[in-house]
């Protein structure tokens, strides 16, 4: 493999001395986005020392007692902390498995879509879904799957689906591939677009059959972005939004829609914990980072060293 050419003193020397002359564009662009960033990233993660306090509205951050790790040790030795993290992780994994081929299949049945007028209609109406809120999704699915709905009585029967813990990651799941399967294959769709002709024509010469093309041709082609898309998913598996579990979730369903972002927002906005909260979410964060670089690494060893 040919390394590529690093640049020359005198190249370098050239690209300073043009900074140098015009640092006022540079700062012109480049302050508003550190300014923001500063403002909006890191100025609120003071506020997490309020996972480490008794925190008091009244006395606010600096005049709350600390604990250090009490709320940590809180939470861990907690009766709930295991049906939380079986939840979350359950939700997570079996949403990662089911949903990440989904995209992957529509991007390359499009690809075999020749007429262009065809292939646009059909990408509107797979795209069109991503665009729905949560909370619209959450009421249509709770009205489809009402006793009186369509679906029961498609079905001829009565049955309340939303009431069933069993039933709530299928219904969570598969309506967000529903939901998302569209959107998320356009990235595998512009990878496909980029396969040489002449490669398809020489399979179609060569007498390949259509699955043998999809896995000599489509499947190489799309290898790099399912990689990065893999590891970018399983780094987020903690990382549920609370919306739509929240909006779904029932009394009786609860022993499976209780995960770690409702717990976090029942304790936080509902209770008034502040400082226990925090301690959860912070938890929460942690132990998506070290998936992330676990993921990551794993990948990059079965990868032949590629990974993000």
Known sequence: MTLPKLPDAETRHKKLIYIKNNWQLYIFFALPAVLLTFIFKYVPMGGLAIAFEDYNNRLGIFGSEWIWFENFQRFLSSTEFPRL???TLKLSVYGLLWGFFPPIILAILLSRVRRVGIRKKI???IYAPNFISVIVLAGMIIAFLSPVGPINAALGTQSNLMTDPNAFRP?????GIWQGAGWASIIYTAALSGVSGDLVDACNIDGASLLQQIRHVDLPALKPIMVIQFILSAGQIMNIGFEKALALQTDLNRAASEIIPTYVYRLGLEIGDYGYSTAVGLFNAVINVVLLL????????????EGL
């Open 85 to 87: 993290m079986a939840n």
């Open 123 to 125: 990408q509107l109406l």
């Open 171 to 175: 219904i969570y799941i598969i309506s």
């Open 294 to 305: 676990t993921v990551n690494a794993i990948v990059s060893k079965l990868n032949d060293g």
